[in-house]
């Protein structure tokens, strides 16, 4: 059964730079793309971006100059970095396994336990 | 960017009755496939989403036949023939066919 394990620094302060990591455990990590999402206190969630194992990336336009999502396909693994952090960056980071090969869609079918994220000076 | 719009935004109901939730795109979310590229997730209380149906109506693995999607092009629904108090949480349309997005949310609550 496929599982996704993310972790990264869970405090952080105005202007820093936020860095989390996925891992994929017990699947294929090249057929699949690999996304992030995150969720505002009390909030609905939020698109950030998306990877291939190739690296070729989509981003949420209004997050693009600040987001950079990489992948580490020999150890299943891809990050996010998010730079210069307001307090309205504070949420749940998810990583999540987008079933998306070539131009068929089947969803996001796994997802990660979620990060709490917090900017506070 | 595609906008999705959900109605309701609250949703009581009382167990074994049926709810259905309704979401509406800025723009056809039909793929030149033939397939529409909406998906209904459930967050349940403290919890990550979960993939409820994907392409507007195919149930995703392990849920319940209870759980159906409908719709095309701009208009889909996620109907649920008789909730179960398991059934709790916000439920969210997203739309994958130019990047990502996601309705609002529905908070489903037992009446």
């Known amino acids: 059964q496929v599982q996704l394990q993310q972790w990264g620094a869970g405090l952080l302060k105005p202007w820093e730079t936020l860095s989390l990591t996925c891992a994929v455990y017990g699947g294929s990590f090249s057929d699949y793309h690999w996304s992030w999402i995150r969720q505002p206190p009390g909030k609905g969630l939020e698109w950030i971006g998306e990877i291939n194992h190739r690296g070729s990336t989509k981003y949420y336009p209004s997050l693009r100059s600040r987001v950079t999502i990489s992948v580490d396909t020999p150890k299943n693994q891809f990050s996010l970095r998010l730079t210069s952090l307001t307090a309205a960056d504070t949420a749940v980071y998810y990583c999540?396994?987008?079933?998306?090969?070539?131009?068929?869609?089947?969803?996001?079918?796994?997802w990660g336990q979620g990060t709490t994220v917090t900017v506070s000076s | 960017d595609i906008v999705m719009t959900q109605s309701p935004l609250s949703l009581p109901v009382i167990p074994g009755e049926p709810a259905s939730i309704s979401c509406r795109s800025s723009?056809?979310?039909?793929?030149?496939?033939?397939?529409?590229?909406l998906d209904w997730y459930l967050q349940k209380p403290g919890k990550s989403p979960q993939l409820l149906v994907y392409l507007g109506s195919s149930r995703a693995s392990g849920v319940p036949d209870r759980f159906s999607g409908s719709g095309s092009g701009t208009d889909f629904t996620l109907k649920i023939s008789g909730v179960e108090a398991e059934d709790i949480g916000v439920y969210y349309c997203m739309q994958g066919l130019q990047g990502i997005t996601f309705g609002q949310g529905t908070r489903l609550e037992i009446k």
């Open positions: 999540a396994r987008v079933d998306r090969v070539g131009g068929d869609y089947y969803g996001m079918d796994v």
């Open positions: 723009q056809s979310l039909l793929h030149s496939n033939g397939y529409n590229y």
